[in-house]
């Protein structure tokens, strides 16, 4: 992590700048194709995940 940041950043510091890598379970990596205009991976896994969501 860098020791200074460029001058005039209002929402980033050498402070708050490690929570930008810190990722909840949530967020974990899950095995899946990349996503590609061809097969729209990320479409098909938001639609699936946010059913889950609304089916509680």
Do not use: I
């Not at 700048?17 to 990320?42: G, H, I, K």
Request: glycine share 4%; charged share 20%; hydrophobic share 40%.
């Amino acid at each position: 992590m860098p020791d200074a940041l460029p001058p005039g950043l209002r929402f980033l510091s050498p402070s708050t700048l490690p929570l930008m890598f810190d990722f909840p379970l949530d967020m974990a990596r899950v095995p899946t194709e990349v996503n590609r205009l061809s097969n729209q991976t990320l479409v098909t896994t938001y639609e699936q995940e946010w059913g889950k969501v609304m089916a509680h």
